[in-house]
């Protein structure tokens, strides 16, 4: 499991799941970004899993808490993931582009179906876009901070990062890759060089 992610998820009344719990937890996260979760049931998941209803509902109440739970512990993962590898980093054009490696890296953990049913069942939708909103903030505050050292040009901040974040929308999409015959890592490093390409400033190259 990852560090620090029992307290988010699992914690439930104060009480700490067991630990065959917690390990089924990790499974379930598993196939809820994976697979997707608007077909799945408790039942399914204890037969597959080879555990108890029980053990579930140690994590749980329902089966849409536990979704919940995991897809606001994947995208809040996903944001300190982001603001971490950016602060370890100096270059602005560096930490714009850990920032956003973050977000293609996890993106690449969910698959075509958990995408549809992350987008078509509203609690889960609304989790989604304010992770969006905060993805934008940071990607803006970035930019901000680029510009104040010279390092971007003088561009608008939040038009820009709008922008880009529409951009890796449509990368996450399969048909992307069907008809311009690229992989994601090389899509992703085209797309970056050409994002540089328009924010640095005269005389600044890029790495």
Same mark, same amino acid.
Do not use: F, M
């Given at each position: 499991m990852v560090p620090g992610r029992s307290s988010l998820?699992?914690?439930?009344?104060?009480?700490?799941?067991?630990r065959r719990a917690q390990e089924v937890l990790a499974l379930i996260e598993q196939i809820v970004l994976r697979e997707g979760f608007a077909r799945l049931t408790i039942g399914e998941l204890a037969d597959r899993?080879?555990?108890?209803?029980?053990?579930?509902?140690?994590?749980?109440?329902?089966?849409?808490?536990?979704?919940?739970?995991?897809v606001s512990a994947f995208f809040h993962d996903?944001?300190?993931?982001?603001h971490a590898a950016a602060a370890a980093e100096e270059d602005p054009a560096r930490q714009l582009y850990v920032y956003l490696q973050a977000g293609v890296k996890a993106a690449s953990r969910l698959g075509a179906q958990a995408v549809n049913d992350i987008d078509h069942w509203k609690p889960t939708r609304t989790?989604?876009?304010?992770?969006?909103?905060?993805?934008?903030?940071? /990607?803006?505050? =970035? %930019?901000?901070? !680029?510009? @104040?050292r010279g390092a971007f040009r003088d561009v608008n901040p939040n038009f820009v990062a709008e922008i880009v974040f529409a951009a890796l929308d449509r990368l996450r999409q399969p048909d992307f890759y069907t008809s311009t015959r690229l992989s994601a890592s090389a899509a992703f490093q085209e797309y970056?060089?050409?994002? /540089?390409?328009? =924010? %640095?400033?005269? !005389?600044? @190259?890029?790495d």
């Open positions: 998820l699992v914690a439930r009344d104060g009480v700490a799941p067991s899993l080879g555990c108890s209803k029980r053990t579930i509902y140690e994590l749980a109440p329902s089966k849409n808490e536990l979704v919940t739970r995991i996903t944001r300190v993931a982001g989790i989604w876009k304010e992770h969006v909103r905060l993805r934008v903030q940071g /990607l803006r505050d =970035l %930019l901000n901070a !680029g510009i @104040a970056y060089r050409i994002l /540089l390409t328009g =924010l %640095l400033a005269e !005389g600044v @190259a890029a």
